[in-house]
Structures are given as C-alpha cells and as structure tokens.
C-alpha cells in the first residue's frame, strides 16, 4: 500500500488549514464590502468548457475516465463565466461573484509523468463592466485586498501589468503564423527565438528594445506614447495608472507596465495582471487575473454586456509567504474532559454539550482515568488548556 500523497499533492496540518480559512475569510470580507455575491462552481467540469475555447491547452487539464468528457478544473474563471452565461443570464449586470475553490494543474513532473498540483483559489469575477470604468473598479478591489493582506515590505509586493493591445502594437509590422511565433519569443523573454525569426535589423532591434526596457509604469507608458501615438489603449492606461499610483505608494507596491507580458494561459484578450511577492528563495505569483470578453462570447454572452474580467489570489502561495505568521487569536482555551470510570462515559457527554452550548471548545478522553492526578498527566499531552474532571 503506497503511504505517500499522490505526486504533487501534500497533507495540510491543523495551522495550514488555520491559517487558509483566515486568509479565506480576510478576502471574502473585502469582497463582500464591494458588493460581491459568493458562488461555488463545480470541481468537475466539461472538457470543452475548462478549455475556455482553446485559450488552455487540454495537456494542462487532469482529465477523468468517464462517459463523457470531463476534468478538474485548472482555474475558476471558466467555470463561473459559464454559470454567469446560462444560469445567471437573467441576474442585473454588473454581476459581481467571488469563489473560493480548489483548482487542479498539470504539468510534467522531473521524472517525466503526469504530476497534478491541487491549489486553493480565491478571487473575484465582473460581467458586465464597461471599458475602463470596470478595470478602475476591478484594481482599486486588488488594492483593498491586498491591504487587508498585510504584506509585508520584505515580500517586496510587484505589481506587474500587460495588455494584448500593447502586444499587438510591437506585432503590427508582422502578419500570420510569423506574427503567432513573435509573440511567443516575446512573453517567453527568447531572445535568442527572436533573432532566427526577425531577419530584419532595424525590427529585430525595436523587438529586443521592449525586452530590455524597465522603469516606473509612468516611464514606460510615456516612452509608449511617443513611439506609438493616438493610441486608444494607452489612453485608457495612462487613466487607469494615474489612479494606481496613490493607492500602489500607501500599500508600497511597486507597479510595472510591461508591454511583452503575457499569462501562461491565452484566457484574456485585454488588460492582464500579475501580483508577485518575493518567496523563501525565488519571486512567488500570487494573484493572476486580467479582461476576457471572449470567453464570455464563447460560453453565449451577447450583446454590450458580453464583457468578463477577474482576479484570483493563490492562497497556498500567500501562506507560504516569509514571515506569514499571523494567526486568530483564540479567546476560549479548549478544555479536556476526563471521567473516573466507564460508567461516567455519558455524563462526560452531556457535561460536553453544555460546554459547546456556551461556546466553549472541549474535547473528549475516551479512556476513564483512575484519578483526578493521572487526568492532570493525561491534559499535559492533549493540547488542551483546562481539564474537566467528572468524577470524586
């Protein structure tokens, strides 16, 4: 019998599950201030709809042997923009949900096999937001998260920002199956891919010159507008970032415009964003979001309200931030209950529920004790604070 988890899972203990849950909640209540309405999409879905028409890539799916085909989800967005098209269809747009769920990747252990990572997702969907107005809304709700996180100034908080427009300005001068092959060489920072495609000098420069660029987002942006001018999405940009920038300085996040960023998964056809945080020994992800109005197209969307956009914070990742220690204060201490003999059993029982009906955490020794000292050893090992004794 094979004792350990499955390759890429693991077994949380009571202060790993302690701390999800207050994370959880510490999201939620944002969450909930901003108007959001919680939902609970399925962990099994079908394949066609965790495919997100083909914006993921069905090697990244756990699927299961089933009549049909289905899978565990890799993310919540496409799950939650499906419910938003066929059972909420008829809810006041802007919709407003957040979901806090398990998502299933796979990917390709060091061995060679299949190794399946299970993660805990938090985050928010808006359907139904108009242009600018909904992304300004959407980021001042990252921001207020991410308050309520309290990072710490050692995790070194980025807030890296992209945009599919900005991406197909560099492509412009490209067409085709040459266009597609550029852009990866370009999210995936290749420089070295870039230069077998781009015969060109003069583009094969312009191309690594974006690669090369770092900066304020004001820097970039302005240095954007003088090479490309007129540009709605820029406009639009420089809006959104002018807000940012106050809010980035209380939280001492640092905002970064890049216009080669692109997310694993080719879910969002607008505006995409990126939280990391710096981990024990390399940068950490620890929220993904950005628009995706054509998946809402796909799953039946129509109309000017056919518009998605969301975020979705890693719990897992956040815990395992240094220096995250932050834990509820109990004010109860738990109490252990012994009794004297067999008999006593279920007076211990009744004695327990009159502890619990006054809120009080108890637990129950099964194993009567000769007296009232060896009760006192049996407290010292339990983990409880206070014994309750029934007995002589």
């Not at 998964?265 to 020994?281: N, R």
Request: hydrophobic content about 40%; some cysteine.
């Amino acid at each position: 019998m094979a004792l350990q988890p499955a390759s890429g899972v693991r077994d949380l203990n009571p202060q790993q599950v302690q701390r999800n849950q207050e994370l959880r909640e510490t999201l939620a209540g944002v969450f909930r201030l901003w108007g959001f309405e919680e939902v609970t999409p399925p962990r099994i879905e079908r394949m066609d709809t965790l495919k997100a028409g083909g914006a993921i890539d069905s090697r990244d799916i756990v699927r299961l042997v089933s009549d049909e085909p289905l899978g565990l989800r890799p993310e919540l967005t496409a799950s939650i923009a499906r419910a938003a098209c066929t059972r909420l269809q008829q809810r006041q747009r802007p919709l407003r949900l957040w979901s806090c769920g398990t998502v299933f990747e796979s990917r390709v252990a060091d061995e060679g096999g299949q190794c399946i990572e299970e993660i805990l997702h938090c985050g928010v969907e808006l359907f139904g937001g108009f242009g600018v107005e909904a992304e300004l809304e959407l980021f001042s709700l990252l921001m207020a998260s991410m308050r309520a996180l309290q990072l710490q100034p050692r995790h070194q908080p980025k807030l890296l920002i992209g945009h599919t427009d900005l991406l197909n300005l560099l492509l412009k001068p490209f067409d085709g199956s040459l266009r597609d092959r550029i852009r990866g060489c370009l999210s995936q920072y290749d420089r070295l891919g870039l230069r077998d495609l781009v015969t060109d000098t003069k583009e094969l420069n312009a191309l690594c010159s974006w690669l090369d660029r770092r900066g304020t987002a004001q820097d970039i942006l302005a240095k954007l507008q003088r090479d490309y001018p007129d540009q709605a999405v820029l406009n639009r940009l420089q809006r959104l970032i002018d807000h940012l920038i106050p809010l980035a300085n209380a939280s001492g996040v640092q905002i970064q415009l890049d216009p080669t960023f692109q997310p694993l998964y080719e879910l969002y056809d607008g505006i995409v964003l990126q939280l990391v945080c710096q981990g024990t020994s390399a940068p950490v992800v620890i929220a993904r979001g950005g628009r995706y109005d054509t998946l809402v197209r796909r799953l039946g969307g129509q109309g000017t309200d056919a518009t998605g956009m969301g975020f979705s914070y890693c719990v897992d990742h956040i815990r395992n931030l240094p220096g995250d220690t932050t834990r509820t204060v109990v004010e109860e201490s738990s109490a252990l209950i012994c009794f004297n003999n067999e008999q006593c059993l279920e007076k211990a029982l009744i004695h327990q529920a009159s502890l619990h009906a006054a809120g009080r955490v108890s637990c129950l020794d099964h194993r009567p004790c000769q007296n009232r000292i060896e009760a006192e050893r049996r407290l010292a090992h339990s983990g409880c604070e206070t014994l309750e004794w029934i007995g002589d």
